[in-house]
Structure formats: C-alpha cells, structure tokens
C-alpha cells in the first residue's frame, strides 16, 4: 500500500484553495445554468497578415475543439482578403481549441467571450519550421487576448521539463515551476494554471487507483475539485473520476452469450448459435469452435454491454455528484466512436439529465447524431448502378503490389460516399481513415495487408483514406510503397477528412466503417481492425 499511501501524502500537501475572482461561476454550479441561457457563443476571428492569393486558396485551418463529449475536429478556410472565423457550437466559457494554421502555425486558444489572433505569414516563414503557441509575428487580441497571450506564454515555460514532471507526478516540482512563472508574469489569470495543474493531477490520482477503492477522505477531497475551463486536462478530470468507479471490480459490467439467450426477438441463426454452446457448455476440454460462435454473438453482446454500462452509470453518477455534475460526467458516457451507438446512447441518457443547459447540449447532439446517420445512408442510397471508379478521375499511380493511389481535393462527403458505392457494385467496404503520423493507424496496416491477402476470394474491397493535415503526398506514396498495402488509396484534404469524420463520428485516427454488399452502412462493426483474425471473421461479416 506504499504507492497510495505516497499518493495521499502527496494531496495532503500540495493541494491549496482556488483563488479565482469573486462572481466567477463553474459550469456545476447551480447557477451556471441562468448565465448559460445569457452567454453568446465565444466569437474566436483573425487575420493571416502578407499571404498571396495562392497561400489563402491552399491554406486550411485545421482546429480541434474540447468538448464535453470528447474532442470534435473541423476546418476553416480563408477569405479573399486572408481573414477567417472558427466556429464554436455552445455559449460555454474557457474553452479550449488545438489549431493548426496550414503548416505556419499550432496553438492552443480560449475562447471565453471574444478573441482575434492576427499572425505575420513573412515573419512565420522566416522562422524556417512550424512556430508553436507564442512567437514574434503572432498577436491575441480582442477582449480574451491578454488570457490567451498568458495561457500560450506559459505553454513555453519550461516545457520539457514540466511534461517529464507531470508524468512522473511530481506535483511539488509543478507547482514550483507554476509559482516562479506566476511571480515572474503577473496576471489576472493566474489562477486557472493552478485550477487546471489540480484538474491534470486529480485525473491521474483517480487512474493510479482505478482498481483499488481510495480513502473516503482522498475521494472527498477529489470530488470537491471543480473545473472552470473546457481543456484537455478538465475533461480527462471526468473522463478518468468515471473511469475509476468503471473498473472497480464490484462495479465492471459483464455479458456473456447467457445475457443473449434470454433475449425474446433472437433470430433463426442466433437460436442455433446459442443451442451449439448449449449443447457444448459441460465439454472439457471446450470445443474449439465455442468461441467462435460466442463471436458470432459479438454486436447482440457489445449493445447489451453498451446499454447496461450506461444504465449502471446514470445510477451511480445520481448517486454520488450533484446534479450537474453528474449530468456533465453522463454526457460522457456516450463514447462510443459508432454513430448509430451515440445515438442510442444519447436515447438512455436524455431522460436523466434534470440541468438545464446540459440537456440543450445533450438534445441538440442527439439531433445532430441522427442527421448523421440519415446523412451517411443518403449519400449511400443517392449513387447509380455504373461499377465504374470514373468518378474519382484517372489515378496517380498503380503499383505492382495492387495499390491503386487517387489525390481528391474540393469534394463533399457526400459525394464521396455515393461514389465510392458506385465504383464496387456488389462488393463490400471496408473503410480505414489514417494518417501518416498517426502510430496506432500504422500498427494496424500489417494486419490489414494480411486480411486483403487472405481474402482475395471474397466480394470485399479495402479503402483507405489518409488525410493531409500534418503530411503530404510524397510521404503518402512512400508509406504505401513501404508497407507494400494493396487496395484503394485516397489521400484527401483537410475538408473532406474532416467531413468524412463528422458523418462516420471518428474521434480520431485510426477510424473504421463497414459497408455492406447492398451498400448498406453497418455501424459498429469493426472498431479495431485487429479484432478480424482472419478470413473467416471477414466471410462473417457478409452474411
């Protein structure tokens, strides 16, 4: 018990009193939801200062906002005169948003009211690379420029040796680090550091004790901690205080292919399933076919598991927060990368939510998720009987290891899709959003090759879509050629990767979807590609 025993010291002694201004208000407080119903949805506008005409048509802004159900990624482009606008979908203060201008600069901006980022393209280019958070030719402005001039600022101060800290959770030597900047940059603003620096360590505690009950005392200290900003730091704080009472072993949710057979609306195959385990459930040693029919069961399991793993959590975030609170952490429950499971996750949590602005956010996502659906089986159902790839132009390349390479620019996703069903008539999808930079993604690929090699066979056709944001092409071809990947390529710009993202719900790289042989989008059935063994799960999923 040595490491919690370290853990509790640790929050006996650096923990300290928050001391924002008087009137600031958190989104629990009860209050919050009056001054949610005034708020103005932050405006975060700029300017990019000496670009050309062909600079503003190639430049994508590429942002990433912290949301309270998880992070959402969109694009923005630049008007004739190199200005532009970011959008935000709510009226909630301080939030947090990853921005990539092209290849000329990243940052994190908060937006609280209204902010103007106004960066110098000569000034940027002669930097040689891409600028990171705060540079000579960069200015915040606007009523939220001094917090942003501050909060970026503080990004670059000491900021290896704060990352190696934070991961060893070496709180005294943060909080060092914390003071000398404060006393050294003095601000109003102060006092979100040390909220957010509390938000960070309070997650990783209740991750350092996610399968072992904490102290009543340490777990009361940890709930009484409020976050005042939407960051990455603020949202893992609840992502990972529920994650603590999800992998308590008391708390773990379980399904077995039993939980299916007391279903009432169990299909003919499933019925046979079920009486083959049956049948072979006393056998020792088991049969090796048992657990491939419990994998047939896999989607019936995964929704019961879905649908009781919410229920369980509504139960016990009522139990133990307050109201909002609890209504913040069940938006959180709906995490699922599946479209059509959002959906129907959003359908259980709806009814229990009692705030009042959580549950706009709550309806007005529910909506959005079912246009998403609706959206994805129009693009689907608009395409034409032709099984041709026309539509996509002439390739760039077709390699002898059976990659076909295509480079798509200004397309919808729409269009995309019903064109993609247009060219494989009578064959099946397996779609692969990736990026070059992007570990897991490329982790996968080897597996991929496999399955396209072993199923050569079936009426089945793999596509993958790299994105462009953070690469270009001739890494693309080069990565392909490296991996010798056969299939459909596509490398596609910003836009049409992050529309792709929006109809799919891919929170980030990789994403997966699955399109039958009548073209028919079927949500939820490959999460990880890794989790198809081979050619038999892939004849599986065309029955």
């Given at each position: ?22 009137g ?47 992070q ?12 532009f ?136 200290q ?8 939407r ?141 998403q659906?609706a959206?994805v089986?129009r ?39 019903a ?38 066979e ?27 990947l ?37 949500p ?7 989790a ?12």
């Amino acid at each position: 018990m040595k490491a919690y025993s370290t853990v509790w010291f640790l929050l006996t002694t650096i923990s300290v009193g928050l001391a924002q201004p008087v009137g600031v208000v958190a989104i629990e407080d009860p209050q919050f939801d009056a001054q949610f119903a005034q708020r103005t949805i932050p405006q975060v506008t700029g300017k990019l200062l000496h670009v050309n005409p062909q600079e503003i048509r190639e430049t994508t802004i590429t942002y990433t906002l912290v949301t309270l159900l998880g992070q959402k990624t969109k694009t923005a482009h630049l008007a004739a005169d190199g200005s532009f606008q970011l959008e935000l979908d709510y009226p909630l203060p301080y939030q947090q948003i990853w921005v990539h201008f092209g290849e000329l600069f990243y940052t994190g901006l908060y937006a609280n009211k209204q902010l103007y980022v106004e960066l110098d393209v000569l000034k940027l280019k002669a930097a040689g690379k891409q600028v990171l958070f705060r540079t000579d030719g960069v200015r915040y402005l606007g009523e939220d420029g001094p917090l942003n001039e501050y909060m970026n600022e503080y990004m670059l101060f000491k900021r290896a040796e704060r990352l190696a800290l934070s991961s060893r959770m070496q709180q005294d030597s943060l909080k060092t680090i914390q003071a000398e900047f404060v006393a050294t940059h003095p601000s109003p603003y102060g006092w979100l550091l040390e909220n957010e620096r509390l938000s960070e360590f309070y997650s990783q505690v209740c991750l350092h004790y996610r399968e072992h009950p904490m102290e009543p005392a340490l777990f009361d200290q940890i709930k009484a901690h409020k976050s005042y900003l939407r960051s990455n730091s603020s949202m893992v704080f609840y992502l990972y205080l529920g994650y603590y009472f999800r992998h308590l072993t008391a708390n773990r949710v379980r399904v077995s292919w039993q939980d299916v057979a007391r279903l009432s609306d169990l299909t003919a195959e499933e019925k046979a399933v079920l009486d083959s385990l049956r049948s072979t459930e006393t056998l020792s040693p088991a049969p090796a076919h048992r657990a491939q029919w419990t994998n047939q069961l896999g989607p019936r399991m995964g929704k019961m598991y879905q649908n009781r793993r919410i229920a369980q959590g509504i139960r016990w975030l009522d139990s133990l927060y307050s109201p909002a609170r609890a209504d913040i952490m069940k938006l959180q429950l709906n995490d699922s990368k599946d479209i059509a499971e959002q959906k129907a996750a959003l359908e259980q949590i709806l009814p229990s939510i009692s705030t009042g602005w959580c549950k706009v956010i709550a309806q007005k996502e529910y909506a959005r998720s079912v246009e998403q659906v609706a959206s994805v089986n129009r693009a689907l159902a608009a395409s034409g009987d032709s099984p041709t790839a026309a539509g996509f132009g002439s390739p760039l390349q077709q390699t002898d290891f059976g990659a076909t390479l295509y480079k798509l620019s200004s397309m919808s996703g729409a269009d995309f899709l019903a064109k993609l069903k247009q060219s494989f008539v009578g064959k099946a999808i397996v779609l692969d959003r990736w990026a070059t930079w992007c570990a897991p993604c490329l982790q996968e690929m080897p597996h991929s090759k496999k399955l396209q090699q072993d199923a050569k066979e079936l009426p089945i056709v793999f596509v993958y879509v790299c994105t462009a944001q953070g690469s270009d092409e001739g890494r693309w071809k080069r990565k392909i050629a490296e991996l010798e990947l056969p299939g459909i390529h596509f490398f596609v710009d910003e836009a049409l990767d992050a529309k792709l993202g929006q109809l799919f719900s891919f929170s980030g790289y990789p994403g997966y979807a699955f399109i039958d042989q009548k073209g028919v989008y079927k949500p939820g059935v490959i999460t990880w590609l890794l989790a198809i063994k081979d050619k038999n799960d892939l004849a599986a999923l065309l029955k």
